[in-house]
């Protein structure tokens, strides 16, 4: 445990700094009592349990209730369509519907009451600041505005800070450049690889995209922004500089972010969320401490509608270290969905990607796990189709160069096959890293 001096007591409630506990703990009971007694699905999960608000006494025994799963949210869903069981708020108070991007299954839909709204907004400009946004940006946000979290949420939250917005959205990169070509724009927000995406599509339009002067890429919505030699690339290419926000469908747009120049993001929607990083495998509490990975697990504390109580997100994620007053600080490395295991070895196909992005210009950077059958376990060798780049020398050289690197980062045989530049899908939302084919060799 680290002393106190660091503001943090870094334990099973480490996300909380220690000044904020009683409050944070007043809160989580608060919301308890109000799950207890509006939302069907708790009461009965609750109950089954013996449990109740008042077993809360600190902030670590909120380790004794039961997990919040996706599967759980489906079926409550299922149940009593169309917002559930577990909701809280009729569907007369909800204000707006949002629906989570599916990864992981069927969609689900989430409701907003006013006060969730509020409370969005306020988490989400909360992030954008700490990334650096201010009254003077001129933001593209090249994201959906549709029923992604993503969306209206980050529209909130920027008109609340005062910064300019052109709500691009996504399949239009013909607008975007319209944009960027008519205002001094500063910033674009957007997915990691659309980001890519859209520096691809200038170029290919024989435009620099260093010549527009962003100044910053706010991204996330998908692993990439914290994978070293893609973000590498991406500043390269705009000639600014990454910032990475994380957040999560069912609970908040964005609830850590990257102050300019850290070695990670920090939560910044604690007054919400509460946070807990647990072991994926067991599902024991972890202290956030330097070096600790596990996942992440999301209860509410001022929620109406959707107060979802120990929700397991997926998101597997690294402290890298502590923030300058002891927050520590995270970079995500993958979902637990995506996981792969090859040989008793945990694999994350984003981890893939950024071995492969080392290697550009000799590869464009684009990659795909090719697998014979759903995850997550792989026979071994893992096999995947790899882009050649603009430089990529001879290819049988380039080939065994990328198997013996990712031999050696991640601990796994690899087989590589060389496709030509363009063959592998783009997004301009999420790029999907993995596939189920037959397996195709040589290239």
Known sequence: MYPKRWGFLVDAAGFVPASDRGRVLAALRRQLGYVLARSPFYASLFGAHGLGAPALADLGDLGRFPFTTKSMLRQSQADA?????????PLSEVIR???????????????????????????????????????????????????????????????????????????????ALLAMDSFDVTVLHSTPSYARYLAEYLRESGRDPKDFGLRRLMVGGEPGGGEPAFREHIEREWGARVTEGLGNADMAPILFAERPGAAGMRLTGGDHVFVELIDPDTGTVLPPEPGVSGELVYTALARECCPLVRFRTRDRVHVTGLDSDGAPLIRCVGRTDDMLIVLGVNVFPAAVRDVVQTLHPRTSGAMQVVLERAGPRVEPPLRLDVEWGAAPGDHDTLRRLLESLIRNRLSVPAEVNLVPPGSLERSEMKTRLTRVSRVSTGG
């Open 97 to 175: 519907v949002h629906a989570s991007t599916g990864t992981t299954g069927t969609p689900s839909w989430v409701g907003v009451t006013a006060a969730d709204s509020r409370s969005w907004t306020a988490t989400t400009a909360a992030a954008l600041r700490a990334q650096g946004l201010c009254r003077d940006d001129v933001l593209v946000h090249g994201a959906g505005l549709t029923m992604f979290v993503g969306g209206l949420p980050v529209r909130d939250a920027v008109e609340d800070i005062g910064a300019t917005m052109i709500p691009v959205g996504t399949g239009a990169s013909a607008k």
């Open 81 to 89: 369509p169309p917002l559930g069981r577990h909701a809280a708020a």
